[in-house]
């Protein structure tokens, strides 16, 4: 599996956010403390929004600890709007083109987890995709096939919509195949203004989600701790694991939910996936 | 394009087939003479048979002239069947997975050459090819779907009827997306026994490809020349430019011709695209 | 050898820089028109002043016209200080930390060239080195022990003079090794501030060295020239070969100068070695 | 630190030896059990003896667990002297030529541990590498500087001497810069025939070290495990942590000696530095 955070808020400095926080995202590409495995050494991703309305993204096949490049990007970078990823494999070849975050156009999208019996599937997903996009693919992950899906059922429309029913069209393949629980996820969207996050599995067993709480009311019970400074109010951070001990700095993400954030708004509905019967 | 070479007779060390010739396939990656590209530097690979009836396959993103890694296995493996490629990309990521040559069971496949304009026909191609197989594709280039069509049409079963198919249904695909010359190939593949090499293009002006000449004649005729002694009377290579100046040592493959390797025996058959109404 | 480019002036984008010239550094990796080699595959590095007086680097040790992640950082940093490198090693070995520039603090250093017989050399010019500083060398170039050389001779408090006496030592060094010409070079470093350029060898036929003429003429001359609008009157380019063919843009920097770049103001000066026993 | 394996004995296949035991040294790079860390990421390199005195390398940057070019050689490749070693670095960079093992002619040398702070002593140890020798040093670690020490000592004569001046160097000039433990070390050498093995560390508490036991006495106490047949008796392996947990299979190097395996012949000799003064 993977371990992600999706940043959102007063422009921060890379570095502030990939490496200084005691249990950062590169710390844990080593030593994840709830990753369904320790170590997320199989390549990384950061994709940021800088100059234009299309975001920088920067990927890498070797492990975030050692890349040197990530580091002094990071060290330059500022941003306001930042998905990081670190990924640990389930079976597709360690490349570049199979790093998350996936990109197309202004939009982001990440995802730990898998979807199940992939092999036995992936042939009726990809037939499900706008063949106008179809070829856009460039690596071999079922997260890049599950983007392809939603952008197909109209990510750009209406997100959660076309989650929904990406989500569904897996669920129903896979049984169709014989796979008991086609899906386990957690993914993040943006476009640059607006990132939905989602928690879902087939088994309602998902992995590990959580977001920041309020700031300005951890800054005033915390009020010697420097990394809550400089942030803006409505900075909001939704990550696998948290970056810290910070008691009350940190809420789970409820079971199969899809939690929205806008500025400093966040809100979090059910997630129900949409049968492609329903949705037709 | 890219550049290839298909070795079989006496067992080899591989130092001496891709280092040793004045104009080794490791010199033509920095300066091909006959390449559209002098410069394929865009990752390479080699595939050799050794103990097993898979062969071994050794590919990287590094320029050929580069790689520490293939010096040191080249000095180390003997076979008695290689193929060996250097890439230079037309497009699609410089990835291990893009690289040749690609295996299936004891087939290996390489191609120099495209598939004209891709995107327009990737998925109509990718559809043709066996769903048990798909899953398979590990890449995203052309070449690797052109294998998997081969493979759908039976290659394993007769290969030179298996390739008429692909290319005649490449041919069809293309020109039904308004493209005028569908196709631009070089290909060899083998089982480990045979090697089958073709060199086709829709417009009829295929990249070069040359096969060496009888040996024991050679070698009456340079009795001096190191290189001839210590190879058996039937080995042949198949390449896309002459590895060195040797007069008489080389013979172009016509165009439009399946050539056929089978220990020391040569054959050149008419090789004529078969279209898919015909193929049904 | 090598290719290089040093701007300074107002903020660029680096893709501007790097990537639209008609010769840009990026084109020159595969087709250089005037290095001694044309194809400068073996890695690559950029340096660029942002939010830190110690510069970004970011090096790589694939062809540049290949890297994903140089196109993404160079389409979102803007800097008013940039040098860049394209590599064509001469033997060292192809890994990042052998990639220019070179960076200590808030300087930076390439270097086009080499010194001749290195191998024969090198414990001499590293046993020269200030002993605080030697165990900071990470790679096993001759240019990244020049730079050392270089820093040791006191090049923060004066370029000119340290260069002259690193390249006086370098030269009395090969001499008692029997090396008829030790070194050749066409170099840059910077402060961030000001940028040195050496251009020398000592056979006196040094590799081609051009800086930009004034912009602010040149704007005149091309009013339709849509390149030379936005950038600064005190913009100026330091470049191993020209970045395009427009007539009067580039003028050759002499044989055996050194080139200083503050601002607009531009000056040459004679450049000579300077013996270790003139320096004591 | 690193983790390493030495094998002498009949001709395996390197997959057998690298991937196929319980607690391999693939399994070790993801999941170390003694290690003092348990991941070791940061590269791996194997050596092996084939058709020549010189023995092949093979080393690479990526984690051992995701190359797939290892996995390949390893089916291929069959070699009755293996050493391989995965790093965990220390600090120095990620680079092909900081990866063990490392070779002179027909010696490879590898090393778990580190010489403590480095940085401080380098340049008196460099300094005392015979300078004929010191240009082939291609890396920055402690262990190519200890190895080409050892060479420097005589390490082709006399290993043993060779490398206990070596650590007396070592110890002393650490000493004399205020370093209070300033070695800690597993080392194995070989010159393809004899394999040395040493286990020592300043403070007496040495990383661990593991020697196989008689393998004809193991194949009679278990007659249904199948990996002991096929071995002759006179193959031996020393690893930094045992590869399975058959009972009796494996025995601890006592602290402060050297281990000998010459064919199927195991001597344990105590190990003291030698300091430079008694060695002059």
């Given at each position: 599996m993977c371990r992600w955070l999706a940043y959102s808020g007063s422009p921060v400095c890379l570095e502030d956010l990939l490496y200084k926080p005691q249990n950062s995202l590169v710390v844990q590409s080593k030593h994840s403390r709830m990753g369904a495995e320790t170590t997320n050494g199989d390549g990384f991703g950061v994709g940021w929004y800088g100059r234009h309305t299309v975001p920088g993204i920067f990927r890498s096949t070797e492990p975030a600890w050692n890349d040197r490049n990530l580091r002094e990007l990071s060290s330059q970078a500022l941003s306001g709007r930042v998905f990081a990823h670190i990924r640990a494999s389930t079976g597709s070849p360690v490349q570049q083109s199979n790093c998350h975050p996936f990109r197309r156009g202004e939009w982001l999208w990440m995802h730990n987890g898998l979807i199940r019996d992939f092999h036995l599937v992936k042939r009726d997903l990809v037939l499900e995709i706008d063949p106008e996009l179809y070829p856009e693919i460039e690596g071999s992950t079922d997260s890049e096939v599950f983007f392809y899906l939603a952008l197909s059922y109209g990510l750009a429309a209406d997100p959660p919509a076309a989650v929904a029913r990406a989500v569904g069209h897996i669920e129903e393949t896979g049984r169709r195949h014989g796979v008991e629980h086609p899906i386990q996820m957690t993914v993040a969207t943006t476009d640059g203004v607006t990132t939905w996050a989602f928690r879902y599995s087939s088994e309602g067993q998902s992995r590990s989600l959580f977001h920041s709480t309020d700031i300005s009311t951890l800054r005033e019970q915390y009020p010697d701790y420097p990394l809550l400074h400089g942030l803006s109010d409505d900075t909001r951070l939704v990550v696998?694991?948290?970056?810290?001990?910070?008691?009350?700095?940190w809420r789970e993400v409820p079971e199969s939910t899809c939690l929205t954030v806008r500025g400093g708004q966040m809100d979090i509905a059910d997630f129900t996936p949409k049968a492609p019967r329903a949705a037709a």
């Open positions: 696998s694991e948290p970056l810290g001990d910070l008691h009350g700095a």
